[in-house]
């Protein structure tokens, strides 16, 4: 077993267990951490693979946006997990179901897979040899000339859905204390201080001392 082949099962090994981590983990943000862990060990089956640019995406976009958005929301949010729990078994069978069709199906695929890969293998010494080329340089010549109008039209779906999300949560709230920053540039410091010219000593008023003393007197 070469090198190669051991990353490839030291890494699958380590997606498994943190695969089964996140549907056994009983703390939701500890369930979020093993999905990053995964998501780490399926960019590293995809850099053995030679698909930089699906292991690049898969971390740029699922560990650095998706993920920290789902940390976010749920350190934020007072999730109250036994109410969660009490509904388990009862929906339990329906998702063994959902889960064994899922199963049967990647078996499915992955057999037809190994059964090319075999196939390949035995005509390997027909095919002539291939000349190196970068995966990411091919989809980046694929994207930006046969699919360039479907990749600008996401493009635009993209920022459409980026305006509407902020447009949606700039709302004017009137419990909200702000200023405006240009009536703060315009300010100057006569606006902001008032000087108030004091005597330094004041006469004590003798009525105002007796009474005060009057009312201490009544009350001892």
Not at 18 to 26: L, P, Y
Not at 81 to 100: E, K, L, N, T, V
Not at 104 to 123: P, Q
């Amino acid at each position: 077993m070469d090198v190669k082949t051991g990353l490839f099962y030291f890494f699958s090994a380590v997606l498994l267990f943190a695969g089964f981590r996140v549907i056994t983990s009983r703390n939701p943000v500890y369930a979020a951490l093993y999905l990053v862990l995964a998501f780490f060990q399926a960019a590293a089956i995809w850099i053995l693979l030679k698909a930089e640019f699906l292991a690049i995406a898969l971390v740029l976009v699922y560990v650095g946006a998706v993920m920290v958005l789902f940390l976010f929301v749920v350190m934020m949010l007072d999730i109250n997990i036994d109410s969660m729990r009490q509904g388990f078994w009862r929906h339990f069978p329906f998702a063994a179901a959902i889960g064994a069709l899922i199963a049967l199906e990647m078996a499915a695929v992955l057999m037809g897979g190994f059964r090319l890969t075999e196939e390949t293998r035995n005509s390997a010494a027909l095919v002539p040899a291939v000349p190196q080329f970068s995966n990411t340089k091919e989809l980046g010549k694929l994207l930006y000339t046969e699919y360039l109008y479907p990749l600008e039209i996401a493009a635009v779906i993209l920022l459409v859905a980026i305006v509407a999300a902020i447009a949606l949560t700039l709302r004017q709230r009137k419990d909200s204390k702000h200023a405006s920053p240009s009536d703060q540039v315009r300010v100057k410091a006569r606006d902001r201080v008032e000087i108030i010219k004091m005597k330094v000593t004041q006469p004590i008023q003798v009525e105002a001392a007796a009474a005060v003393v009057a009312g201490v007197e009544k009350k001892l």
